[in-house]
């Protein structure tokens, strides 16, 4: 039987359309792709002793996978240049597939690590090339507003996930709710398999001069390296450790520390897992409404000062959280950290491909995903191994000293990009 895939989608030019047709593929797949990883978050530290596991080794499996990405993102940025999107995007979701899958079967330290390590290559090769294509079938009117978009499919899969994970995981045993899980995901495999359209643009390739090849090479590394917008790099580094790597990691543990294993809301009692989950939850969902209005906001404004407020937004967010003494309180830090987290997101991916070369947006967005990664990596480790000396507010008053500094820094560079301090109309 032959498959007949979509045609390449070549990059827009000129042409203003809502939301192009490869990013529903695209979205959804990655969407999906997140349902185990994030059950973890919201459902492990309530089952440390069922599933053999102590509170540092689950600091160093939240952390991992993102340690993988750090080489990793760089390569699957160089190898999107080369041999396409799609085929990298694909590996990803059958990799995601299977580490969701292996979470059932683990047992005891090494085996949660070897599934951590499967799903850090998966999520590498995932999300590399899912901003890649955002930005090859956007152009500079449109590129705050996609990239707003595929960040509010992420925020889809941050939203579902830990609220169907979490509800699985009360009420399945973990083994039964991860396989479902890894359905659910597989369903997005065959989505992209069938659905994503190949975005690279074929480039002509130059004949080197004898004996010149290493010295070109090095010269067009220097020049890319040169050509990467690290004030965005930075400002990513540090939303995420602060909003995916801090925040994820611990809201489970801080509710079980200001609530004990239950939550009373009302008449009725509720699980930490689905408590977190549904935090969670609207998180995610009040993030994917915004994401796509930041960066359309950040085409007409500027990057810098989108990206400015929404770091001192962060910074609160985690003092209101820290300090909340009811449910409505850490409901309150909890929807004030989704508006800066959507408008951080998308708005410093819009701004990293503002810089960008079009010959080498896999490679950029690789870098861009490895600094990120560095940001993520060191919030769950350092929270969850100063917790059982100090508790969670140093890691917290980190992440806020963090997001203060690096917006003064922002606003202070003389580093400049083309959208930084002038409007551009769209």
Excluded at 70 to 92: C, E, K, T
């Amino acid at each position: 039987m032959i498959i007949m895939h979509p045609p390449p989608v070549k990059p827009l030019t000129g042409v203003k359309i809502l939301v192009p047709p490869a990013l529903f593929p695209l979205g959804m797949s990655a969407a999906l792709s997140l349902l185990g990883d994030l059950t973890l978050f919201a459902s492990l530290v309530p089952r440390l002793e069922s599933l053999a596991l102590t509170l540092p080794q689950l600091g160093v499996l939240f952390s991992i996978h993102r340690l993988i990405r750090i080489p990793g993102n760089p390569l699957v940025g160089q190898l999107a240049d080369r041999v396409g999107r799609r085929p990298l995007f694909i590996s990803g979701m059958l990799l995601a597939v299977i580490s969701t899958a292996g979470y059932g079967f683990s047992v005891g330290f090494v085996p949660f690590l070897v599934c951590r390590l499967a799903w850090g290559a998966a999520w590498a090769l995932i999300n590399t090339t899912g901003m890649t294509i955002t930005m090859d079938i956007s152009n500079d009117e449109s590129r705050g507003k996609l990239a707003g978009v595929y960040n509010s499919w992420l925020w889809v899969g941050f939203a579902l996930a830990p609220f169907l994970g979490g509800y699985l995981v009360d009420h399945l045993p973990f083994r039964q709710a991860m396989l479902l899980l890894a359905f659910f995901t597989g369903l997005g495999l065959i989505a992209s398999y069938l659905f994503l359209p190949e975005t690279l643009v074929p480039r002509v390739k130059n004949q080197p001069q004898p004996g010149s090849r290493l010295r070109q090479k090095v010269a067009g590394m220097i020049s890319q390296a040169r050509s990467l917008n690290w004030q965005a790099m930075i400002m990513m580094a540090v939303f995420l450790f602060a909003g995916e790597g801090l925040l994820l990691s611990t809201l489970s543990l801080l509710l079980t520390d200001r609530f004990g294993q239950q939550v009373a809301i009302g008449q009725t009692t509720v699980g930490i897992a689905t408590t977190a989950g549904t935090l969670f939850m609207l998180r995610a969902v009040l993030a994917g409404i915004i994401g796509p209005l930041a960066g359309h906001l950040s085409d007409r404004c500027g990057r810098l000062i989108t990206v400015t407020f929404s770091a001192l937004l962060g910074a609160g967010s985690l003092i209101i959280i820290l300090y909340a003494g009811s449910m409505t309180g850490i409901l309150a830090g909890i929807l004030l950290s989704a508006l800066a987290s959507a408008a951080g997101n998308a708005v410093l991916t819009a701004w990293m491909g503002d810089n960008a070369r079009r010959d080498a947006q896999g490679a950029t967005f690789g870098w861009f995903a490895m600094i990120g990664d560095i940001g993520s990596a060191l919030g769950p480790m350092l929270a969850l191994f100063i917790y059982p000396l100090a508790g969670i507010a140093p890691a917290y008053w980190v992440g806020v000293i963090l997001f203060a500094l690096s917006a003064a820094w922002l606003n202070s560079s003389r580093l400049t990009s083309k959208r930084t301090s002038v409007s551009v109309s769209g």
